[in-house]
């Protein structure tokens, strides 16, 4: 498909340490062949960390394996980002066998804590609850949160040689709950943490990446719980620093996405991020290229399964264990053949 934006990428999970190479090979033989130049890849706390061990994820990336996605992607000319969840998507359910990716559930049951409440459960905005729905939640005024993601995010920005870090931030249910975060509005909360983080980063000179859906009010856009807002969050986008580069993803068949006027409305930078379904992709791709205002910077195609099991599927062939896999080849095929 011909796009008219100069950034073409992909969201891949991090691979587990032994398809590190077929993810390599991947990006080599396939993503950049196709005019492929952002890649944003979703490490969570998979990665060893020094400065933090004890928030490691389950196989965690060595340095030696980052060096070996950051030389190929210099040597293709591709912009690696790093994403961390820095707010909601703390914990989930293990996937069987057990690939570290965590996965929302639709009923309150007991979880488990990734990466940084497993280490401080304390950081927890409900740190008593034994059962969540969906996932757990950081909390956004104590201040050992922000010191620890710094740290995180500065080791991971490190090692991965990036200009920007994605931070996640989509899908935020658990907010404004404990006494002291209760004290200002949530809009006020997520600007204010959003913000901080932006001020480590921009001192850095570092890009800050984030999902939109919590920029949308569910009242008036009507797109549902997961892809705007019912607690309060969307008038945050007018209380956050303007170069914020804001990933607005939608995934069901829509005609009409009035989230790129709004992202437009103010005066925010975005990119395009579709998933599975090529027919809603195109829906997306073609609503955002009629209203550009010159704020859509390009396409950010979203994938959400293994990386490893991704690229031999879409290398040779190989049988996938998700459902959607072949969905989201042929998909990835329209759009960067």
């Known amino acids: 498909m011909n796009l008219p934006w100069k950034t073409k990428g992909i969201v891949l999970t991090a691979p587990l340490s032994a398809e590190v190479d077929d993810v390599v090979e991947f990006i080599d033989k396939y993503l950049a062949p196709n005019g492929?130049?952002?890649?944003?890849?979703?490490?969570?706390?998979?990665?060893?960390?020094?400065?933090?061990?004890?928030?490691?994820g389950y196989d965690p990336l060595s340095r030696e394996d980052v060096k070996k996605l950051v030389e190929v992607c210099r040597k293709k000319g591709i912009r690696l980002v790093p994403k961390m969840n820095l707010i909601g998507h703390q914990s989930g359910l293990h996937n069987t066998p057990t690939d570290g990716i965590l996965h929302g559930h639709g009923k309150a049951i007991p979880d488990f804590r990734d990466g940084l409440l497993r280490a401080y459960p304390e950081l927890d905005e409900q740190p008593d609850e034994k059962a969540v729905v969906y996932s757990r939640s950081l909390c956004l005024t104590n201040p050992l949160v922000k010191l620890i993601v710094f740290?995180?995010?500065?080791?991971?920005?490190?090692a991965f040689e990036a200009d920007a870090i994605h931070i996640g931030c989509d899908e935020v249910f658990n907010i404004g709950l404990c006494p002291e975060c209760s004290k200002v509005s949530n809009a006020e909360l997520f600007a204010n943490y959003i913000s901080a983080l932006h001020e480590h980063l921009a001192d850095r000179g570092v890009e800050l990446m984030m999902w939109g859906d919590r920029f949308l009010d569910a009242e008036k856009i009507g797109f549902g719980k997961y892809e705007s807002?019912?607690?309060?969050?969307s008038e945050a986008i007018n209380m956050i620093p303007k170069d914020i580069l804001i990933c607005d993803w939608h995934y069901e068949n829509q005609t009409e996405f009035p989230s790129v006027d709004i992202f437009a409305d103010a005066g925010l930078k975005m990119l395009v991020c579709p998933m599975r379904v090529k027919e809603h992709a195109v829906n997306f791709i073609e609503y955002a290229a009629e209203h550009d205002r010159g704020h859509i910077e390009g396409l950010l195609m979203t994938t959400w399964f293994g990386s490893g099991e991704l690229a031999r599927h879409m290398l040779y062939g190989d049988t996938a264990?998700?459902?959607y896999a072949e969905q989201i080849a042929d998909t990835i095929r329209y759009l960067f053949e």
């Open 36 to 56: 492929c130049n952002l890649i944003v890849m979703q490490v969570r706390y998979r990665y060893e960390f020094k400065l933090h061990p004890e928030c490691r």
């Open 151 to 158: 740290d995180l995010m500065d080791e991971l920005i490190d």
């Open 321 to 323: 264990k998700w459902q």
């Open 229 to 233: 807002s019912y607690n309060g969050t």
